[in-house]
T-cell receptor, first 112, second 109 residues
Framework: DGGITQSPKYLFRKEGQNVTLSCEQN?????MYWYRQDPGQGLRLIYY???????QKGDIAEGYSVSREKKESFPLTVTSAQKNPTAFYLC???????????FGSGTRLTVV | GIQVEQSPPDLILQEGANSTLRCNFS?????LQWFHQNPWGQLINLFY???GTKQNGRLSATTVATERYSLLYISSSQTTDSGVYFC???????????FGKGTTLSVSS
């Protein structure tokens, strides 16, 4: 089955540690996106990428980094510079020029 | 940047009731989508509707682009309709979706 997979589902991190969230898709989609969701908030864009080896900052990129070395993969690193990283992180992909987004099931990150 | 405002923020219904959710946006858009997020966090696309009206079963949506708003109608609501409904837009091609804060719907039996 084609889809988008995020792992792990739950992640705990100690303050001061970097952590990488995985996002893999086998839909042959061109564009991939990372969003952050806080309680009672909508989704806020962190980074997105439309082609391999290229990505753009979203509204809240500070404290995060990404890479796009393969079309299928778009990992997100939450660095120690992110002051409040506890949140629900959602990855999405899209086949350009279509408009439909496919979302993963999310990773819930908690800083302990 | 473009602003997306959704109302009401919360909605509580009895099973079988109808409801209307509203999305206002501050600028012209080339893409508007409605999503449903279930209680486990999964987002499902409901409609791609930058203008006009679409229907899918008990759900329908209307976007009036010239007046910068969209409406999502849910008829004969069921408990499985519970969750958060998001409106999201893009200002131009090649950019990413910008989301509103959502409407949280609770349907009780």
């Amino acid at each position: 089955d084609g889809g988008i997979t995020q792992s792990p589902k739950y992640l705990f991190r100690k303050e001061g540690q970097n952590v990488t969230l995985s996002c893999e898709q086998n839909l042959n989609h061109d564009a991939m996106y990372w969003y952050r969701q806080d309680p009672g908030q909508g989704l806020r864009l962190i980074y997105y990428s439309q082609i391999v080896n290229d990505f753009q900052k979203g509204d809240i990129a500070e404290g995060y980094s990404v890479s796009r070395e393969k079309k299928e993969s778009f990992p997100l690193t939450v660095t120690s510079a992110q002051k409040n990283p506890t949140a629900f992180y959602l990855c999405a992909s899209r086949l350009i020029p279509n408009y439909g987004y496919t979302f993963g099931s999310g990773t819930r990150l908690t800083v302990v | 940047g473009i602003q997306v405002e959704q109302s009401p923020p919360d909605l509580i219904l009895q099973e079988g009731a109808n409801s209307t959710l509203r999305c206002n946006f501050s600028d012209s858009v080339n893409n508007l989508q409605w999503f449903h997020q279930n209680p486990w966090g999964q987002l499902i696309n409901l409609f791609y509707i930058p203008s006009g009206t679409k229907q899918n079963g008990r759900l329908s949506a209307t976007t009036v682009a010239t007046e910068r708003y969209s409406l999502l109608y849910i008829s004969s609501s069921q408990t499985t309709d519970s969750g958060v409904y998001f409106c999201a837009v893009t200002r131009q091609a090649g950019t990413a979706l910008i989301f509103g804060k959502g409407t949280t719907l609770s349907v009780s039996s």
